[in-house]
């Protein structure tokens, strides 16, 4: 998949003078910056919202809050509600045909997009309309320069500026939020796991669920005996390659139980390769 980052023109509107300045910031911690890597941020974040306050949520703890105060990513939100163009700062009317909820308007939707328009990476709508997200996006969104993140609420967004700004719509399962708020950090949330220096090691993310087109292999630690219940014999026995081959056979054994459609999808693969191969 190639991330098309688009041009500034493309996004209707023009934003208020000013209005950049306005954006919520969530810069590295002063005290941990240094000049040791110039290049850092690794990925910028950028989230169109009217609850700018959601940000960064969870993600303000544990790896990603550690790595968001050392500089590895970056989080800027602008608030929608911003954008408005009278005095009650309207970001809403009713849907033309009839029906009920609300949609975002057009003009204050594109304004807000236009005062992004230099900041790297796709535009994304969170929407349940679009592609469902799987582990293939969220590789090729760690390997951009960052994302911009529009939220919808109500019954969402118009059309016209999904279109002429040629936002990728992105939905993260078939049920239903409030808003896009949840889904946008539940992307950011896989996307930033994978940016160098946020894990420890880069084989462990390697070995999960969906990397390799499988589910992952079951987990046991200490002790080996519990309840009387005892861990597999195999990964207490310190071969290596044997304790490889065993979480390789439970990974495809597990995926074929749990998940027939991912075992499938990794049956043509496999085949595909081996066609390739020979």
Known sequence: MVIRQPNPAETNGVCDQGKDEEMTKTEPHPDRQTDAN??????????????????????????????????????????????????HRTVDDTPLGGGVGMVLKPDVVAAALAAVADYPGPRI?????GRVLDQ?????????????????????VDQRVI???????????????????????????????LLPGVMGKEA???????????????????????????????????????????RQAEAEKETQRRRPDLWQQYLDRQALQNGKSE
Not at 61 to 80: M, P, Q, V
Request: one cysteine or more; hydrophobic letters at 40%.
């Open 38 to 87: 110039p290049a850092l941020p690794h990925w910028q974040a950028t989230v169109l919202t009217l609850f700018p306050d959601m940000f960064p949520g969870h993600l303000a703890h544990s790896l990603a809050g550690k790595s968001l105060n050392e500089g590895i990513w970056a989080l800027k939100t602008l608030d929608i509600r911003d954008f408005a163009r009278d005095k």
């Open 136 to 156: 293939a996006l969220v590789r090729d969104l760690a390997a951009a320069k960052g994302a911009v993140f529009l939220c919808g609420r109500y019954e969402g």
């Open 204 to 246: 462990s993310h390697r070995e999960e669920s969906f990397e390799t087109g499988l589910l992952e292999h079951s987990h046991y630690t200490q002790p080996r005996v519990w309840n009387g219940i005892e861990a597999p014999e195999i990964l207490a026995s310190g071969h290596h390659r044997k304790i490889a081959e065993w």
């Open 163 to 193: 279109d002429s700004a040629d936002l990728m719509e992105v939905s993260i399962g078939d049920y239903i939020l409030s808003g896009g708020e949840t889904a946008a950090l539940t992307l950011m949330d896989s996307v930033i796991r």
């Open 125 to 129: 709508y969170l929407s349940p309309r």
